[in-house]
């Protein structure tokens, strides 16, 4: 199984970008619930956002609430953050997940999650 992100890059505040994750090996994409972990420097992984692939739910964390949006392409196996009016502490390599899982609690937590993406790098300068 592999997941590819793509996508970061250095912008200035306020701007937006589009991240991509592209799976592949996996047997069923369409019952894994896919997500968004960010890890800023010095700092864990965090939350960011997820989508579940039983109740299609979207969980996001409240500092990106309103700003990020991810979406999933099934047919392509793919999965994307849409993030807006992004902020200094945006700043973070970004994450793809995928999980089996399917609840809230389950899809907040990194544990949760069987198979990563190698992260792709977002900064955003002030």
């Known amino acids: 199984v592999q997941l590819q992100a793509s996508g970061g890059g250095l912008v200035q505040t306020g701007d937006s970008l589009r991240l991509s994750c592209a799976a592949s090996?996996?047997?069923?994409?369409?019952?894994?619930?896919m997500g968004w972990f960010r890890q800023a420097p010095g700092k864990g992984r965090e939350f960011v956002v997820s989508?579940?692939?039983?109740?299609?739910?979207?969980y996001y964390a409240d500092s990106v609430k309103g700003r990020f949006t991810i979406s999933r392409d099934n047919a392509k196996n793919a999965v994307y953050l849409q993030m807006n009016s992004l902020k200094p502490e945006d700043t973070a390599v970004y994450y793809c997940?995928?999980?089996?899982?399917?609840?809230?609690?389950?899809?907040?937590?990194?544990?949760?999650?069987?198979?990563w993406g190698q992260g792709t790098l977002v900064t955003v300068s002030s």
């Open positions: 090996g996996l047997a069923n994409f369409r019952i894994y619930s």
């Open positions: 997940a995928a999980s089996p899982y399917y609840t809230y609690s389950d899809l907040t937590s990194a544990i949760r999650y069987d198979y």
């Open positions: 989508t579940s692939y039983r109740s299609r739910n979207e």
